[in-house]
């Protein structure tokens, strides 16, 4: 089978390698659309703190089963059935895997990002992984369930309820599906970036309160909106600046959520955090029920997939699919590869 290595930054192969031999508890799945996102794109800079070279990247994907292992519940699972994967892979044992938060496990391993992923044709994964999809789903849509079901772990873990104000910074795809999820929530959306495109991409999906920061003060730009300010604050940027700006905007008595990854160290205005007793959040990724919500979301025509899809490249082109990225990264959202 054929496979696409990051052997260094910025730099794909392409390999001929076996196709995997199925363990006992894994199923084989047969890759259909793998997508690219900014953890790819962080790891092809050499920018990721916890990506290494070499690596197969992908974590989001879609396929169909096309071997069973001995020791996989039959009724679960049968040949050709249409699946997409929650790619953490835990030990079941550590503190956070026993109270249900494996998302956060002690020895947390996610495929493309500290094991070999999805950028290949076949790939074995353990059966505990694999989540069976209806027929009408598509392979696309399929394989943009696990950033929609980051968007929905960050609303959980921001405690969004209905009527409540938030306020996204950074419209890029995360930052968009992280919006979707909250305004089915019941809550009033704003979105804020510095580019007009990306902006406009929000506008098309049906947001009508934008900001950009880089020509319109935020503050008097939110209190514009909402008088009592925003009850929660995503940071999907992962910009040092971006989340300073989060906490020196944030009302007393809000919460800040940090869904952006960041490879530096930023300095806090700490003093603004105890003063005005904000609440502080880490979101890393998911569990079962986020992907199940997303599920749910997509066949109920929730939320917008395909408005954020832009291109769609061939594995073999993968280069110029990162290429491309990189070249347009105002006007690209979603870039999926076909397997």
Same mark, same amino acid.
């Given at each position: 089978? =054929? $496979?696409?290595?990051?052997? $260094?930054?910025?730099?794909?192969?392409?390999?001929?390698?076996?196709?995997?031999?199925?363990?006992?508890?894994?199923?084989?799945?047969? +890759?259909?659309?793998?997508?690219?996102?900014?953890?790819?794109?962080?790891?092809?800079? &050499?920018?990721?703190?916890?990506?290494?070279?070499?690596?197969?990247?992908?974590? %989001?994907?879609?396929?169909?089963?096309?071997?069973? /292992? $001995?020791? +996989?519940?039959?009724?679960?699972?049968?040949?050709?059935?249409?699946?997409?994967?929650?790619?953490?892979?835990?030990?079941?044992?550590?503190?956070?895997?026993?109270? /249900?938060?494996?998302?956060?496990?002690?020895?947390?391993?996610?495929?493309?990002? *500290?094991?070999?992923?999805?950028?290949?044709?076949?790939?074995?994964?353990?059966? $505990?992984?694999?989540?069976?999809?209806?027929?009408?789903?598509?392979?696309?849509?399929?394989?943009? #369930?696990?950033?929609?079901?980051?968007?929905?772990?960050?609303?959980?873990?921001?405690?969004?309820?209905?009527?409540?104000?938030?306020?996204?910074?950074?419209?890029?795809?995360?930052?968009?599906?992280?919006?979707?999820?909250?305004?089915?929530?019941?809550?009033?959306?704003?979105?804020?970036?510095?580019?007009?495109?990306?902006?406009?991409?929000?506008?098309?999906?049906?947001?009508?309160?934008?900001?950009?920061?880089?020509?319109?003060? =935020? #503050?008097?730009?939110?209190?514009?909106?909402?008088?009592?300010?925003?009850?929660?604050?995503?940071?999907?940027?992962?910009?040092?600046?971006?989340?300073?700006?989060?906490? %020196? =905007?944030?009302?007393? /008595?809000?919460?800040?959520?940090?869904? &952006?990854?960041?490879?530096?160290?930023?300095?806090?205005?700490?003093?603004?955090?105890?003063?005005?007793?904000?609440?502080?959040?880490?979101?890393?990724?998911?569990?079962?029920?986020?992907?199940?919500?997303?599920?749910? #979301?997509?066949?109920?025509?929730?939320?917008? #997939?395909?408005?954020?899809?832009? @291109?769609?490249?061939?594995? @073999?082109?993968? *280069?110029?699919?990162?290429?491309? =990225?990189?070249?347009? @990264?105002?006007?690209?959202?979603?870039?999926?590869?076909?397997?």
């Amino acid at each position: 089978m =054929i $496979q696409a290595k990051l052997v $260094q930054s910025g730099r794909f192969e392409l390999e001929e390698v076996a196709k995997p031999q199925v363990r006992a508890n894994e199923v084989l799945i047969r +890759v259909k659309n793998a997508g690219i996102c900014g953890t790819d794109t962080h790891s092809f800079h &050499g920018k990721h703190p916890f990506i290494s070279t070499p690596i197969v990247p992908g974590h %989001e994907f879609s396929g169909v089963i096309v071997e069973i /292992g $001995q020791e +996989v519940p039959q009724e679960m699972f049968s040949i050709d059935q249409k699946v997409t994967v929650e790619p953490s892979l835990v030990c079941g044992k550590c503190y956070n895997c026993q109270i /249900g938060r494996y998302n956060i496990c002690d020895h947390l391993i996610v495929l493309g990002c *500290q094991t070999d992923g999805a950028f290949k044709e076949f790939i074995s994964v353990p059966w $505990q992984k694999v989540v069976p999809l209806d027929d009408f789903m598509s392979f696309e849509d399929a394989a943009m #369930l696990e950033p929609l079901a980051v968007g929905i772990h960050a609303v959980e873990i921001g405690k969004v309820n209905r009527g409540d104000h938030v306020l996204v910074i950074g419209s890029g795809v995360i930052g968009l599906l992280l919006a979707q999820a909250a305004e089915v929530r019941g809550a009033i959306v704003t979105i804020v970036d510095i580019s007009e495109e990306r902006l406009s991409k929000a506008i098309d999906l049906g947001f009508k309160n934008v900001i950009n920061s880089s020509k319109e003060d =935020i #503050l008097t730009s939110i209190n514009r909106i909402s008088k009592n300010g925003m009850n929660t604050i995503f940071e999907c940027v992962g910009h040092p600046s971006t989340i300073i700006q989060s906490i %020196e =905007i944030a009302r007393k /008595g809000s919460r800040v959520v940090i869904v &952006g990854v960041v490879n530096e160290d930023v300095m806090l205005p700490v003093n603004l955090i105890q003063d005005r007793e904000l609440e502080l959040l880490g979101d890393l990724m998911y569990t079962k029920k986020d992907f199940d919500k997303a599920k749910n #979301l997509v066949a109920e025509g929730k939320v917008k #997939l395909k408005d954020l899809r832009t @291109k769609t490249f061939d594995l @073999k082109d993968v *280069q110029s699919a990162f290429e491309f =990225i990189e070249q347009y @990264k105002d006007t690209t959202f979603k870039v999926l590869l076909r397997v």
